[in-house]
């Protein structure tokens, strides 16, 4: 099982669902909004004699999946966040090792 890790500009947010959809097997996505910075951006802003930040928004977006979708489901969301500007974001995977359905029992990928 994989867990992919997606921070986009929050108004590619509906594209990328739309493109997740498509994909048979996806069983769900979670979506978190948030605010950060990247390498190289300048999100320093000085008032007075304090230091203030400020951040850019973007959303992150979590799907649990098999292994066999994970490439599927990058090419996805690669595709339908990409603006060819700047901050368009990010993509990780990571191995999970054991998953379980609270409501059923499911463990594994049947939890998925």
Known sequence: ???IKAYIQTHKLADVTSALHRIEGVTGMSIVDCRG???GWAGTEHASDSETFSYRKGVKIEVFCRDDLAADIMAAIEQAAHTG???????????ISHAVRISTGETGEAAV
Not at 85 to 95: H, N, P, Q
């Open 37 to 39: 910075f990247g390498a």
């Open 1 to 3: 099982m994989k867990e």
């Open 85 to 95: 500007l700047k901050g368009d974001g990010k993509i990780y995977v990571t191995d």
